[in-house]
């Protein structure tokens, strides 16, 4: 049984909706963010709504390609298709985006140019180490964000409320990480997608409700009995963003194997580290979100590769499913390292949102489970 009924997750998202239309109506700002470096500590603090822009399917590609080219990443189009239909998006205010991959570089270009949106892009240094001029360049943006979040919401900065949004969030990610530690069970107590479902709804629902929401889940997690078959392949997901819609490639994976782990932004990356509080609150974030386990683009990323390896040693993986979107070079390249680097292996699936080659898709999987067993 799924811990979080399908009916009840629509539900949920559902009412949030409404709740963000009549927060609108009252004056709120709904604000946009794309990628997990976006600070959604600051975002909330300044008194907007924090709402992660992650969803994406087939037909929002197509309608994507009315403002980018067909051969663009399919999330980045996605993206845009949702702005033109979707009623979430057309709820939202503002976007903060960070210049992660030279696609998302070019993605607030286009909602500005197509969709009139105010946009925030927050400049993260491409190369990795922490030195001081860059821990700080990237500090002054996080500095410049709040000013022009404050100049949309109209209210006044206020560090207190900065520590408590710092608070709040990362009692949520202990929470996240608390679930997540139940997919390392043999058997595991529940399934890759169902902690993605659940990871999506906390980017949408605000942090204290989804707390009340993961305690419930966390005392109905541990107290069933794992129900999976003991003997079942143990993989580890890696690879390009995967939308809230797209769960095609895990619904067929988890018929014959259970994803007891991932390092995909929307799945343990987006919570599986800690926020400390200092002093100088902005120098933390900063800290924290200069220093989050890399995406792919970044370089070096050496230390992707170390918390993929962790999570196969410590959960026991025996396989590595990695999933680029179509057009994706930044996670396409690192196939070969990954080989190369975790020794396990590994099945290389790409492709965008459509259900074209789902059978293709079934029999190569089914193919890498049997070599696995
Ligand atoms: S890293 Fe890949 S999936 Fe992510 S936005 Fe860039 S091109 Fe798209």
Redesign the pocket.
């Given at each position: 049984m799924a811990l979080l009924e399908r009916k009840r997750l629509e539900g949920l998202r559902a009412e949030r909706l409404e709740e963000l239309k009549s927060l609108k109506a009252q004056g709120k700002k709904v604000v946009g963010y794309f990628?997990l470096y976006a600070p959604v500590e600051i975002i909330q603090a300044a008194g907007a709504v924090p709402v992660r822009l992650a969803r994406a399917d087939y037909q929002s590609e197509l309608e994507g390609e009315r403002f980018l080219r067909a051969d663009a990443?399919?999330?980045?189009k996605a993206s845009l298709g949702k702005f033109a239909h979707d009623p979430l998006y057309q709820l939202i205010d503002a976007v903060v985006s960070v210049n992660?991959?030279?696609?998302?570089r070019r993605?607030p270009e286009s909602i500005t140019a197509n969709f009139s949106l105010p946009v925030f892009s927050l400049y993260l240094p491409r190369t990795s180490e922490p030195f001081p001029n860059r821990l700080s360049a990237f500090q002054a943006g996080l500095v410049d964000l709040k000013e022009w979040l404050g100049s949309l919401t109209g209210q006044e900065w206020q560090n207190e409320r900065l520590k408590e949004a710092i608070n709040e969030m990362n009692q949520l990610r202990r929470k996240l990480q608390e679930l997540d530690q139940s997919r390392a069970e043999k058997p595991p107590k529940i399934r890759g997608g169902e902690l993605f479902d659940i990871v999506a709804l906390a980017t949408l629902l605000p942090p204290r409700r989804m707390l009340n929401l993961l305690n419930e889940l966390l005392s109905m997690v541990w107290a069933a009995p794992g129900t999976v078959d003991k003997n079942r392949v143990r993989l580890l997901l890696t690879g390009?963003?995967l939308s809230e819609e797209d769960r095609t490639l895990i619904e067929i994976v988890e018929e014959g194997a259970d994803i007891v782990a991932d390092t995909v932004?929307t799945g343990s990356r987006w919570f599986h580290e800690e926020l400390k509080v200092e002093e100088e609150p902005f120098a933390g974030l900063a800290r924290f979100y200069f220093n989050r386990t890399p995406?792919?683009?970044r370089r070096p990323n050496n230390a992707l590769f170390d918390y993929i390896r962790e999570q196969v040693q410590e959960r026991k993986v025996q396989g590595i499913v990695n999933k680029?979107?179509l057009?994706?070079?930044?996670?396409r390249f690192e196939g070969k390292w990954l080989r190369q680097e975790i020794g396990i292996p590994v099945l290389e699936v790409d492709g965008d949102y459509s259900q074209e080659n789902l059978q293709q898709l079934r029999t190569r999987i089914e193919a890498f489970l049997e070599m696995l067993r």
């Amino acid at each position: 049984m799924a811990l979080l009924e399908r009916k009840r997750l629509e539900g949920l998202r559902a009412e949030r909706l409404e709740e963000l239309k009549s927060l609108k109506a009252q004056g709120k700002k709904v604000v946009g963010y794309f990628c997990l470096y976006a600070p959604v500590e600051i975002i909330q603090a300044a008194g907007a709504v924090p709402v992660r822009l992650a969803r994406a399917d087939y037909q929002s590609e197509l309608e994507g390609e009315r403002f980018l080219r067909a051969d663009a990443c399919p999330f980045c189009k996605a993206s845009l298709g949702k702005f033109a239909h979707d009623p979430l998006y057309q709820l939202i205010d503002a976007v903060v985006s960070v210049n992660t991959c030279d696609m998302m570089r070019r993605l607030p270009e286009s909602i500005t140019a197509n969709f009139s949106l105010p946009v925030f892009s927050l400049y993260l240094p491409r190369t990795s180490e922490p030195f001081p001029n860059r821990l700080s360049a990237f500090q002054a943006g996080l500095v410049d964000l709040k000013e022009w979040l404050g100049s949309l919401t109209g209210q006044e900065w206020q560090n207190e409320r900065l520590k408590e949004a710092i608070n709040e969030m990362n009692q949520l990610r202990r929470k996240l990480q608390e679930l997540d530690q139940s997919r390392a069970e043999k058997p595991p107590k529940i399934r890759g997608g169902e902690l993605f479902d659940i990871v999506a709804l906390a980017t949408l629902l605000p942090p204290r409700r989804m707390l009340n929401l993961l305690n419930e889940l966390l005392s109905m997690v541990w107290a069933a009995p794992g129900t999976v078959d003991k003997n079942r392949v143990r993989l580890l997901l890696t690879g390009s963003i995967l939308s809230e819609e797209d769960r095609t490639l895990i619904e067929i994976v988890e018929e014959g194997a259970d994803i007891v782990a991932d390092t995909v932004c929307t799945g343990s990356r987006w919570f599986h580290e800690e926020l400390k509080v200092e002093e100088e609150p902005f120098a933390g974030l900063a800290r924290f979100y200069f220093n989050r386990t890399p995406c792919a683009c970044r370089r070096p990323n050496n230390a992707l590769f170390d918390y993929i390896r962790e999570q196969v040693q410590e959960r026991k993986v025996q396989g590595i499913v990695n999933k680029s979107l179509l057009y994706c070079d930044a996670y396409r390249f690192e196939g070969k390292w990954l080989r190369q680097e975790i020794g396990i292996p590994v099945l290389e699936v790409d492709g965008d949102y459509s259900q074209e080659n789902l059978q293709q898709l079934r029999t190569r999987i089914e193919a890498f489970l049997e070599m696995l067993r």
